[in-house]
């Protein structure tokens, strides 16, 4: 090898690892490979003096399957870029509808709390006209002609609050959508879920995504209404128990989004799992959303220790023959996680010329946020204050400069992205590159340290994955 390989190296407790990005797979390799390539690529003083014959073997043999190539993307573009217009025109797949931006619960850690930041719009009174909203499934059916299925979601604030006026407009999507497939789904604080709204929301086979932050304690430490400081957990309980007696058959309807503040103990949030209320409800668990909040998510060294060692006992639960009972249900579900990207992890022949990170979606297209004064943004995820983040209205369409724009990011940093190892594995989209009034290249570096950090952490989660396969030689559908 005369050229330097696109290659990351690792190892586990085990084995010797590389991630060959040119065929974008893992591959064991022999400990004296390892040591070679570490002198190859950054020069270290390593154990080898002379390649032996098993070395030479051993790179002849991954030469000639295609590995160790040295080759780098040419021209940093996404392959949708020339197809903007037709597809954000035709291919919309889903809206959701901000019906207002009011909120009955003040959470301490909520983007649009007035002490948590300067990048993002605060609560306020506005609400969503009807006369709006119809045109926005308008929107939709005009530009959905080639999706096979369409779904509307709700969004706030706090949708229930406008509770009439989504019934109106699921109405009114289901006269529109006529003969194609309609879904709807809405995701709430849980306070508001009366036994009506419930009734409804199972009657139209609206899918329910609730709010919650861990037990008790924790939940109503972040999570209180807005009129007098209450806690809202109880409130949330009582809603949930009211569901699953009297709908048990209908548990897949409603989801549980746990929303965690690392600051506390891992086995203190994990205590969620023991409520009975919520046996046999899904939990799906991510961390602070701080993008745009001023103060940062910081972790406590009881809450890394905890959870490494709870992950360590989800996997031993989900490939052996352990009592699951007392593994986390949050944890598991992540492993479940990790095993659907690891069945979506492709071997490649090589690099094309011309692409794009992995990160962005199409603005637009996958995820479409239509806020209450008929404002067209990229998903509910970013600055709705921002002027880089508007990408169209209902009355004049979408912007297609904005939408290219927002997809190609990676024009931002050329060099970076093009001799990056994690290049294909990227989760960085115009979120973290947006600092109010434009795109930032400086702004999105900072975040490539992470991305780094979270791909290699899923490689070595694939090959623990592989290591306790091989382990308790069983055949497993990943």
């Known amino acids: 090898m005369n050229d330097k390989p696109f290659v990351k190296l690792f190892k586990s407790p085990n084995d010797f690892y590389m991630f060959d990005v040119n065929r974008n797979d893992i591959v064991k390799i022999s400990k004296e490979l390892y040591l070679y390539l570490l002198d190859l690529l950054y020069g270290l003083e390593s154990e080898i003096s002379k390649p032996s014959s098993m070395l030479l073997a051993e790179v002849s043999k991954l030469e000639a399957e295609g590995y160790l190539s040295d080759n780098r993307i040419e021209v940093m573009k996404h392959p949708l870029t020339d197809y903007v217009n037709t597809l954000v025109d035709r291919s919309v797949d889903m809206i959701t509808l901000q019906l207002t931006q009011n909120c009955n619960l003040r959470c301490s850690y909520c983007v649009y709390s007035e002490m948590n930041n300067d990048k993002q719009r605060s609560h306020s009174s506005k609400i969503m006209s009807l006369t709006t909203a119809k045109k926005a499934i308008d929107f939709l059916a005009m530009r959905s002609i080639d999706s096979e299925k369409v779904n509307v979601g709700f969004y706030g604030g706090e949708p229930l609050l406008e509770f009439e006026l989504l019934q109106a407009v699921v109405s009114y999507a289901e006269e529109v959508f006529s003969g194609k497939t309609l879904t709807f789904n809405i995701t709430v604080n849980g306070t508001l879920l009366s036994p009506a709204v419930i009734e409804y929301c199972i009657e139209k086979n609206i899918a329910i995504m609730i709010s919650i932050d861990g037990p008790k304690d924790i939940h109503d430490a972040n999570r209180r209404f807005a009129a007098d400081g209450r806690g809202s957990f109880d409130s949330i309980m009582c809603n949930i128990n009211y569901f ?137 995820r970013v600055s709705e204050s921002s002027k880089v983040m508007q990408i169209g209205n209902l009355d004049e369409g979408f912007d297609y400069d904005k939408v290219s724009t927002l997809l190609n990011i990676v024009a931002l940093t050329p060099s970076d992205c093009q001799n990056c190892w994690a290049f294909n594995h990227c989760t960085l989209c115009a979120k973290y590159c947006d600092n109010g009034d434009n795109l930032s290249a400086d702004l999105k570096i900072t975040y490539c340290h992470g991305v780094k950090e979270r791909t290699m952490e899923l490689f070595k989660n694939i090959v623990m994955i592989n290591e306790i396969k091989d382990v308790y030689k069983e055949k497993i559908d990943v």
Do not use: W
């Open 244 to 380: 699953k007696l009297n709908y048990p058959d209908r548990l897949d309807k409603i989801m549980l989004s746990m929303v965690i503040d690392p600051q506390n103990e891992f086995d203190d949030i994990n205590a969620i799992s023991e409520n009975e209320f919520l046996k046999d409800v899904t939990i799906r668990a991510s961390l602070i959303d701080d993008i745009y909040n001023t103060e940062k998510i910081t972790f406590s060294d009881k809450y890394s220790e905890q959870k490494e060692y709870n992950m360590f006992l989800a996997y031993l639960a989900n490939f052996s023959n352990i009592d699951t009972s007392n593994t986390s249900p949050i944890l598991l579900e992540e492993v479940m996680e990790i095993k659907t990207k690891l069945s979506k992890f492709n071997k490649t022949k090589s690099l094309p010329r011309e692409a794009s990170h992995g990160g962005p979606c199409l603005p637009g297209k996958d995820r479409l946020l239509i806020d209450v004064d008929g404002v067209l943004f990229p998903c509910e």
